[in-house]
């Protein structure tokens, strides 16, 4: 029997690691804090730590991947996705949840850039498509692993010690799962991944590491589609925080405000890989603009929106436009990194995503005391049409 290609084997970790990651915080880490003892505070706390993580170890993860090779950073946060889980069982107080949160923050802050940058080096005419492929599989693993932790927990009484231990048995197991299947990965090229084409350009000479740094830092292309997707994830981050509330105060059930983010979840992992294909054929920079104005007029929709249907609609919409910035914007700045740095470019793209996503939920938060939710989903819109704006003035030249 022939053995899996690489890209489907990519894909099959990401969905593992992903699902081992997300049922490890949704539902039950806030769950899992007050049991020990935690106050709100607390669960604050310790949920933003893995946040911190990614914004602190990202870029330096791409950038080793660049130099020692994709393939040992892959089994390095393999390493961490397989052992992470079990030390939750060992832990008794809200700091020592703290600590096991910042380790297990650096399988995916090590996984997402050099796995992003594996698709990057396998393909060039089809990366737009098969980065949405990619993204697929790790959000089948996101949005199945609430349900899951969900279901697990439902079993033993609120507050059982044997429901964490289950859960988090199962958390572990899917990493084990993860890493086994990372040793399946070749490893015969300097990256770690064998591309399938041995004609491209995937080998350029080595440049300094301080000069490859530069060059990424200095390339306003590069840096503009970062603050897209920066702000991107500050909409998206006000969106999840802050959705839920809308929907109390305007009279919906824990379903219908279930409803209404699964939609905009399905919505992303169902398009992105055609509209990754439709940027393989007709260009990124269009698509992107046309997204983040796209993401920032659904925001707007959002912060006028009080009843069920048009929540849902909004929703669907700005799942849509995340999906169309998002299905172009990692392949475009794999295209634009002439260097071998895939790994430094797409680590970058995560510590730049996490502080977006991170400082979404801060801002929205403090603009909601003053101006109310209303007031946050418009931020939302303002920090996206300001980095559209941003993007438009670096590439209109280029077209």
């Known amino acids: 029997m022939a053995l899996m290609s690489p890209f489907k ?58 130099r020692i090779g ?40 090590v996984f997402g850039p050099v ?33 899951a932790g969900g279901a697990i927990l439902g079993i033993y009484a609120t507050g059982d010690a044997l429901g964490y231990t289950a859960l988090y048995t199962v958390c572990g197991i899917a990493g084990l799962a993860a890493f ?15 591309p399938p084409h041995s004609g491209s350009s995937l080998h ?22 970062c603050t897209v997707e920066a702000a991107i994830l500050f909409a998206y981050g006000i969106f999840e925080t802050f959705l839920p509330l809308r929907g109390a105060s305007a009279g919906l059930s824990a379903l219908e405000i279930g409803i209404c ?26 698509q992107i603009l046309a997204g983040v104005f796209l993401a920032a007029a659904a925001m707007a929709v959002l912060a006028v929106s009080f009843s069920l249907l048009p929540l849902i609609c909004a929703s669907v919409f700005f799942g849509l436009a995340i999906a169309v910035v998002t ?23 995560g510590s730049i995503m996490d502080i977006g996503h991170t400082a979404g939920p801060v801002v929205g938060g403090l603009v909601a005391m003053s101006l109310g939710l209303t007031g946050s989903f418009f931020s939302g819109c303002f920090v996206l049409v300001t980095g559209g704006l941003y993007f438009l003035g670096f590439r209109r030249k280029s077209w």
């Open 327 to 349: 299905s172009a914007s990692a392949a475009y700045i794999a295209d634009l990194c002439k260097t071998g740095c895939h790994g430094s470019a797409m680590g970058l793209l």
């Open 180 to 194: 086994g299947a990372m040793f399946l990965l070749p490893g015969k090229d300097r990256h770690g991944i064998t």
């Open 204 to 225: 350029p000479p080595e440049k300094g590491l301080g000069q490859g740094i530069k060059e990424l830092l200095t390339n306003p292309a590069i840096m503009a589609t």
């Open 115 to 147: 796995a992003m940058a594996c698709v990057a080096d396998l393909y060039q005419g089809s990366r737009g498509e098969k980065m949405g492929w990619f993204s697929t599989a790790t959000l089948v693993g996101r949005f199945s692993a609430p349900a």
């Open 70 to 109: 994709r393939r040992r950073m892959l089994l390095l946060s393999g390493a961490v996705f397989a052992t992470a889980p079990f030390f939750y069982l060992l832990a008794s107080n809200v700091w020592q949840l703290g600590v096991i949160r910042f380790y297990h923050g650096l399988a995916t802050a």
């Open 261 to 286: 983010i699964s939609s905009q979840i399905i919505t992303i992992a169902v398009s992105k890989p055609v509209l990754g294909k439709f940027s393989d054929r007709h260009g990124r920079p269009p």
């Open 9 to 66: 084997l990519l894909c099959a970790v990401g969905l593992l690691a992903i699902f081992s990651s997300t049922i490890s915080k949704n539902p039950s880490l806030p769950l899992l804090v007050t049991h020990l003892g935690g106050s709100q505070a607390g669960v604050g706390m310790v949920s933003g730590i893995s946040a911190l993580t990614g914004i602190l170890f990202s870029f330096p993860a791409g950038l080793l991947s660049d």
